[in-house]
């Protein structure tokens, strides 16, 4: 009896702790991982935007383009509208931009700056987002950051925008293959005009060509020059008083990734070139239904004659005339450069290079999935044929020197793979192989110097050190 009370007594004891409030017992929680550091947020999310306050005295920059009958009564590449009296057209340089729009607003004759786009480039507004209207202030300041060695590459050296894209040679370099990178560097002239930036169409706007986001502040790595993404941009701005100035001047606020994006895509959307001969001979061709050499002599001039390294203008006409034919027909080029920028804005594998089966190349890396499509392993961006003496070499690989050596290899030296595209296929399995002769490549390369557009205005270079 008294085994069963002293059984029944500790099963009691043990329902009893059974029984207590669960707290009395840490539960067995799955231990969180805290986030890695690298993703913690670590910097204050003003430096990517801040409402912005326009400044009150900036003057807009309007594009009038060819088509325009305005077009004909600008002066120059630069206008300042309603026309100034004399000896007052040059009333803002030298000054800070609040300065410069202060004194146009003043002088009573601040309604616009007026760019007078070069002969055959269509009108580019359409191309700029409404986020980023176009303002004298903002263009200066841009162009300041343009020039400034602002981008940190080591902790030896810095770069400008202007050191890989050098205005002396076609804002690009006159190497293969950039020093902080393995691809070309692309021209920004006519850049205005890209549906898509970089080889790879990464981005679409130019004010995405710097910083995407604010994660793009963290300290660079060994691949970040490459990648084209330049971190602590925005507080090296800040730090520096003359710039932290000069944006709150422009947009009422400090520098922050938005703004610096803003202004930097101003400037480089007027980096503009064109009036080349072919231009010149289009707009002689009236509404004749052919170009002809008779359109090409009228359009040539004695420069021209000296830059295309013949001496009789009939004689060179009548090349040029073959060219054109060339490049529209048995050349097969206008498959995939036509348009006043002769470029499609597609991504097309063209053979240069040998494609990895298993890793995505090109354009492939940067769709999303969902889109992916063969014909993009290899794929880059279709580049616009304008000024093609100023920015050699060629390609997204810089392989080829002279355009001697681009049209020799698309003549018949592409290797088919299956991803090459369609425009260069002579056979299900077979790459193109055109066929011309020594004079037609002769030819069609002059002709391609005919695409070559005047000189940028020298408002767009850096200024003279004095």
């Known amino acids: 009896m008294r085994q069963g009370a002293l059984a029944g007594f500790m099963c009691s004891l043990l329902l009893f702790a059974a029984c207590q409030p669960a707290g009395r017992y840490p539960s067995a929680k799955i231990p969180r991982k805290e986030a890695d550091d690298e993703t913690k947020e670590r910097f204050p999310r003003e430096w990517a935007w801040m409402k912005p306050t326009p400044a009150a005295f900036d003057v807009p920059i309007v594009f009038v383009a060819d088509s325009n009958p305005e077009w004909h009564k600008l002066p120059a590449f630069w206008n300042h509208f309603p026309p100034p009296p004399a000896g007052r057209t040059t009333c803002h340089l030298g000054q800070t931009p609040l300065g410069a729009a202060a004194a146009m607003v003043l002088a009573g004759h601040g309604s616009a700056v007026k760019i007078k786009v070069p002969r055959g480039l269509p009108d580019p507004t359409s191309n700029i987002p409404v986020a980023n209207p176009p303002t004298l202030a903002a263009w200066q300041l841009g162009k300041s950051l343009f020039y400034d060695r602002l981008l940190v590459v080591s902790q030896f050296k810095t770069l400008s925008c202007a050191d890989c894209h050098d205005p002396k040679h076609g804002f690009c370099e006159n190497q293969a293959l950039t020093e902080y990178g393995s691809i070309n560097t692309p021209s920004l002239i006519n850049c205005v005009y890209n549906k898509h930036q970089f080889w790879d169409g990464r981005v679409t706007f130019l004010e995405q060509v710097v910083t995407r986001e604010l994660n793009d502040e963290k300290v660079a790595g060994e691949r970040r ?6 971190s602590g941009l925005v507080p090296r701005l800040r730090d520096d008083p003359r710039y932290r100035e000069r944006f709150k001047i422009v947009f009422g606020v400090p520098p922050t990734q938005d703004n610096i994006a803003k202004a930097l895509a101003t400037f480089m959307r007027t980096i503009l070139s064109g009036n080349s001969v072919y231009d010149r001979a289009q707009a002689a061709r009236g509404k004749d239904k052919v170009l002809t050499a008779k359109q090409f002599e009228t359009a040539l001039t004695r420069a021209d004659l000296d830059s295309l390294g013949k001496g009789k203008k009939a004689e060179t006409a009548e090349k040029l005339a073959k060219g054109h034919d060339l490049f529209h027909g048995k050349a097969r080029c206008q498959a995939c450069h036509f348009g006043p920028l002769f470029a499609d804005h597609d991504f097309h594998n063209i053979g240069v290079e040998d494609i990895d089966p298993i890793f995505e190349t090109g354009r492939l890396a940067q769709v999303p999935l969902g889109m992916k499509e ?18 050699e070499p060629y390609t997204h690989t810089g392989m080829f020197s002279t355009l001697e050596k681009v049209v020799d290899f698309f003549d018949r030296g592409i290797n088919w793979q299956d991803s090459l595209a369609t425009q260069l296929l002579q056979g299900p399995r077979e790459a193109q192989r055109l066929n011309l002769s020594k004079e037609e490549i002769g030819d069609l390369v002059l002709f391609l110097r005919a695409m070559d557009g005047d000189a940028v205005d020298p408002i767009l270079l850096a200024p003279s050190k004095k």
Not at 225 to 230: G, V
């Open 225 to 230: 020059a490459q990648d084209h993404i330049w």
């Open 374 to 391: 063969n014909r993009l392993r290899g794929a880059y961006k279709t580049p616009t044929l304008r000024n093609l003496s100023r920015t």
